[in-house]
């Protein structure tokens, strides 16, 4: 008999889609004790807040949601489990401080979780940082049935000068191909399979001696109940002509490919430790388009870093026109500290930050919607993601965007199935979404 029989527990997961991952394994764990999970957060006895912890604002967010778990405990909550990158990384400040956590847990804690809570419900509050192994097992999907990300590797060898994340989750390490194959084949039937981590492309170089990238996405493009892979985080020092052409010939791998460039100026990169430069960035995008007709490039940029000119971020504007990705994301600089980048003189003050961020994203913005017009009038394959009721229409995307990152197409049709895909004939645009109908909708 356990103190654990009968509760009830209520999942909060933050931060980023590799995060994701994590929470579900937790989840899985439940699910084989047998153990209720509830999204009611007031029904639950025990809440987990699975925490991000790469950027201040993200422990932040992460404190008050804890914060706002806590208001609960004159219901029914008894514990609250504090797990993820924020325990790993801050135990020994969090343990003293954050006395609503009941217990703390790193990011490889997952599998001493309910002897940690035992533990607890006998002692009191419970530092259980580092005292379990990178777990396996079993996960229970949080996003809708038809995809699922599939975690290929943790931690990140690379040491922009920027991030924390290789002193929160260590070095790089690839998972063994086996193992991913068989947990992809575990996850059901799969109309897209995204794969992650903090650096897909350098898969298996650490596990192997060699990379494995190509030989892993050749694998699990075999599995019978995966229709379709997306690729995410792909470094661009990494993208090998081996996996343009698999990105081209494998009919599995969708003509999209995501790489965090960061920046587009030769100073601003080499301050970041970043690999590359601005005239072979453009040369690989030729390149892939080359090789790939009709990809999608996706990619991710810093404004504000230390020292950036104004001449810098009007250069990086002009990439974007250049470079004409599909999609983009752009994020103020944040300083860290233990980062390399936090000892760097000329840091920029936040308004300019904030105004170069806003300046990004108007010229993105422009690039987009010229895309995306381009697209009204032809008839694009879009997987259907559910039903937006606020609308009243269909919801689905195109295989150039990718789940909660990119943009929709909004869709009329006299029936849909989640998971399915339709051909969709695009009546109009916006400078991020499409809209359309099927083509025998009346």
């Not at 003509?255 to 587009?264: G, N, R």
């Not at 983009?328 to 003050?349: C, D, H, N, V, W």
Request: hydrophobic share 40%.
């Amino acid at each position: 008999m356990s103190v654990l029989d009968g509760k009830t527990f209520g999942m909060i997961s933050l931060g980023c889609d590799k995060n994701r991952v994590d929470a579900e394994r937790m989840l899985g764990i439940l699910r084989e004790r047998g153990f209720a999970v509830t999204n009611d957060a007031s029904e639950a006895q025990v809440l987990i807040v699975n925490t991000c912890a790469f950027l201040a604002s993200a422990r932040k967010e992460a404190i008050d949601a804890v914060l706002d778990c806590d208001a609960l405990r004159g219901g029914k909550l008894e514990k609250i489990v504090v797990s993820g990158c924020l325990p790993e990384k801050f135990a020994d400040e969090l343990f003293p401080a954050l006395t609503e956590a009941d217990v703390l847990l790193g990011t490889c804690d997952a599998d001493v979780l309910l002897s940690a809570l035992e533990r607890s419900y006998a002692e009191g509050r419970i530092n259980a940082v580092h005292t379990g192994h990178e777990g396996e097992g079993g996960r229970v999907l949080t996003t809708p049935l038809h995809y699922a990300y599939l975690k290929i590797a943790d931690g990140c060898s690379n040491h922009c000068t920027y991030c924390l994340i290789p002193k929160i989750r260590g070095k790089y390490r690839s998972y063994p191909e086996e193992r991913l194959v068989s947990e992809a084949a575990e996850l059901g039937e799969l109309s897209e399979l995204i794969l992650v981590a903090q650096d897909t492309t350098r898969y298996g170089e650490d596990l192997y001696g060699e990379n494995r990238f190509v030989h892993l996405i050749r694998s699990l493009t075999a599995l019978d109940n995966v229709a379709k892979i997306r690729l995410l985080y792909c470094y661009p020092d990494v993208i090998s002509d081996a996996l343009i052409e698999e990105i081209a010939r494998n009919d599995k791998v969708l003509k999209y490919i995501d790489i965090p460039l960061q920046h587009s100026e030769d100073r601003i990169l080499k301050l970041m430790n970043r690999k590359g430069s601005r005239a072979e960035y453009l040369a690989l995008l030729h390149k892939l388009r080359e090789r790939v007709p009709g990809i999608a490039v996706r990619s991710t940029f810093i404004a504000g870093f230390p020292t950036e000119t104004e001449e810098e971020a009007a250069a990086l504007a002009g990439f974007l026109r250049e470079a004409k990705l599909t999609n983009a994301g752009f994020f103020a600089y944040s300083r860290e500290p233990e980062t390399a980048a936090y000892k760097l003189k000329g840091q920029i003050p936040t308004r300019i930050k904030q105004r170069r961020v806003k300046m990004l994203y108007k010229v993105q913005e422009q690039v987009s919607a010229s895309f995306l017009r381009g697209m009204v009038g032809s008839t694009v394959e879009v997987l259907c993601d559910g039903i937006d009721f606020d609308r009243g229409c269909f919801v689905g995307r195109a295989a150039f965007s990718a789940p909660d990152i990119d943009g929709k197409v909004y869709f009329r049709a006299a029936d849909a199935v989640q998971g399915e895909r339709y051909r969709i004939k695009i009546l109009d645009a916006d400078s991020y979404d499409l809209y359309g109908q099927t083509e025998d909708y009346e």
